[in-house]
């Protein structure tokens, strides 16, 4: 439906979206990392990054759906979109306009939440990378690391395996 030549909407056919989506992704991407950083369009005219990304997303999009490439034009705002919730979830980063940012406080909230999910099941209280893992060291040692976590994020911050074995360390304390 999609191959083949003479198909589609461009005219052209083979190609579904080019190179355009992941490239909107990674400027939108930079833009939430350096918003006000100032960019000389054509070396003379002085723009913020944000308003230089945005512009150009805008102006792409606009100049598409006016060639009636609409699957193009949806695939780089999905493309910017990427990048934007990219920034917002993976890096904990604020929108470059102040204006979304209670927009995007459940983004942002769920990609806390989600790196402590991923952290609880991937690592611990010891990176695998070093070879020891939470049964690879003494208990004081234990005690004292989970202390230590205990204090800078709760209780809750505790992987299911780091509560068992806090468990059994109590359990062995009080039998003696």
């Known amino acids: ?10 005219g052209g056919g083979g190609v ?13 991407a930079w833009m939430m990392l350096y918003p006000e950083t100032r960019f000389l369009l054509l070396l ?4 913020k990054m944000r308003w230089m990304i945005s512009s150009l997303l805008l102006l792409n999009i606009l100049v598409l759906l006016g060639e009636r490439n609409y699957i193009e034009a949806v695939a780089n705002l999905g493309g910017g979109a990427t990048g934007y919730f990219y920034g917002l979830i993976a ?3 604020h929108g470059p ?14 990609g806390v939440r989600s790196r402590r999910i991923y952290e609880s099941m991937v690592g611990g209280l010891f990176a695998r990378k070093r070879g020891s893992g939470i049964y690879d060291i003494t ?3 234990f005690l004292d690391a989970a202390l230590e976590k205990i204090a800078k994020v709760g209780r809750s911050a505790l992987t299911w395996r780091e509560r068992l074995r806090l468990w059994l360390i109590a359990r062995r304390q009080r039998r003696g």
Do not use: C
Not at 22 to 28: R, S
């Open 1 to 10: 439906m999609w191959g083949g030549r003479g198909g589609g909407q461009g």
């Open 16 to 28: 579904l979206a080019g190179r355009s989506a992941p490239l909107f992704a990674l400027l939108v």
């Open 44 to 47: 003379t005219i002085p723009m």
């Open 91 to 93: 890096w904990n980063l």
């Open 97 to 110: 306009f102040p204006k979304l940012h209670l927009f995007e406080e459940p983004f942002l909230r769920f």
């Open 139 to 141: 208990d004081e040692a």
